[in-house]
């Protein structure tokens, strides 16, 4: 199936060069859990911090799971702050 | 002891300066700052007094911390009745300028009455003076700052000045110093204006000498450092990205505020985030961020320099405008951006340049022009109001025209000048307001994060961020993530927040650092710098008492409980968008739990029980 997969701040280098916006699409198995794009795309676990899919946030324990759809949009952040 | 013991009292009136010492029994309930500068300010103000009258009193501040080697340790505070709320006001600022005033010898400046005539205090170390401003009345914070260090021949005096919006009234100026950093909030510049008062210039060449026990401070600060250093946030996230990292964090979240709250998510938020500051412009080549830049002392550098494209449209013909200048915070971005619809990194980078220019809070404002887009295009701000110009959502020529009429006072500026309440009440539709105790929102959605809707409505200065940052544990997971559409805990949260920011603002330092210290990490600092044995709990204690005396200020100028609401449309009108879509806010769920936890009655009066627990 396909998905969104979008890296943010620091991680953003670790997607594709040819990538918009921060975002690329790519093919992943039906079964395939955020942590198995996470390795995919070489983001070092702890980096991996906020973990959103469509906006809600994927607890540490869910992101072994599959719980990716078709289309879903999987938002990655390093741990970040702002105000 | 971190305190100089010493406060310059100035009687604009009278044009009279005195000395007194720090009252150091305050000092030891309220530490400095925001605490204890409003302790003065409830003592000697009376609350039902005219914000822009000379019964207010305008103090600028500094914290037991400020001058010293801390990391961050530059803050200094306005505190003061705000013309906009109604309410205390108290509005924080970085730059320079508050470790000069400390390091000239001062904790605190009291500014009482109003000048005759426009006036400005030099402070050189131990020799005060007020000297006549007839010859920067009238110019924007930029151009009084050049002439005054023209006139000092002193490069290093560091100078925190009113522009022009709060010469004339706006009722959200801010105070500026270092050219870009400013008090921002609740219309504080326009107190200072109301008094005749241009600007405090500074020059200190004591420093700040009498730690208590200078080794153990050494050691205390160092190990601050370190943990700066190696948290992820403070040591490579905001220097790289500033908090415009959050662009992007809360709009995938679904809690951005969009074109005047009407929306959950802004369809160009990544065209304006942190990230595309970064990217090379199609037009140039180069990026809007030029570099990243540091207040005293700060081993953060979270603050954004940036440059816009000399062709573009807002500064084509303006060669002022090309140099690298104080860049878009997360707060200016999403005002002056996503609520207005507007993608243009570069008008909104430019708009951001003029509220420094002249003074103006980058929130309010861009607050205040949406709600005129959207009454706008209800047809009831017409093209005759505006002097012709199109407020339509997105339209960045109207953003910049809203700037430069605010900035000077003139045309359709008067009524944005006003704020977003009292322009929606002028049109009939005070619905429309996205305010709380008249004061407009900052950069989150409260329909997506639940807490930040009571942080809102509970805050003592009207909706602010900076009051209780629930968006950290809600949306970042710092110190730990909680779900941010329930409702649980919310109550606990808003309150641990509220009073621990408390601390934080009273200390002299910058509350970013929390993004990766906790008051367990603020205590040894302090407490090495000065007597009174400060502990986490003293602080967390301290934290409770400014708020309940910043509570019972308000309750007394007529601000109770029935005002801590929010608009309609975050109460009744569902999110449009992202993980909220369906959701309105509950504050109605949460406000009871907070007023129980915080000892008050069911109608939010803080109870004499609390007050004596707290020694209020
Ligand atoms: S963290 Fe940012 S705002 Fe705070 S003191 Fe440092 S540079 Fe200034």
Redesign the pocket.
Known sequence: MKITLKLFATLGDLLPAESRENATVVEVPDDATPNQVIDMFKVPRPMAHLVLINGGYVAPERREQPVLAENDVLAIWPPVAGG | MAWTNKVMRVNLTEGKITEEPLNMEWAQQYLGQRGLATKYLVEEVDPTCDALGPDNKFIVTTGPLTGTMAS?G??YSVVTKSPLTGTVACSNS?GYFGAELKAAGWDMIIFEGKSPKPVYLYVHDDSVQLMDAGDIWGKSVWEADEILHKKHQDALIKIALVGRSAENGCLYSAVVNDLHRAAGRSGVGTVMASKNLKAVVARGTKGVGNIKDPMRFLQATEEGKRVLRENAVTGEG?PKYGTQVLMNVINESGAMPTRNMRETQFEGAHKISGEAMHEPRASDGQPNLTTN???FG?T????RISTVDQGHFTIKNKPEYWKASGGLEYEAAWSLGSDNGVDDLDAITYANFVCNEDGIDPISFGATVAAAMELYEMGVITNEHTGGMAYNFGSAEALVHGVEMVAAGEGFGRDLALGSRRMCEKYGHPELSMTVKSQEFPAYDPRGIQGMGLAYATSNRGACHLRGYTVASEILGIPEKTDPLATEGKAELVKAFQDATAAFDSSGL?V??SFAWTLDDVAPQLDAACEGGWTTEKLVELGERIWNMEREFNRLAGVTGKDDTLPKRLLEEAANAGPAQGKVNELGKMLPEYYKIRGWTADGVVTDETKQRLGL
């Open positions: 961050t530059g803050r970085g905001l830049a540091a207040c700060c953060i550098a979270c603050g910058c970013f650092t």
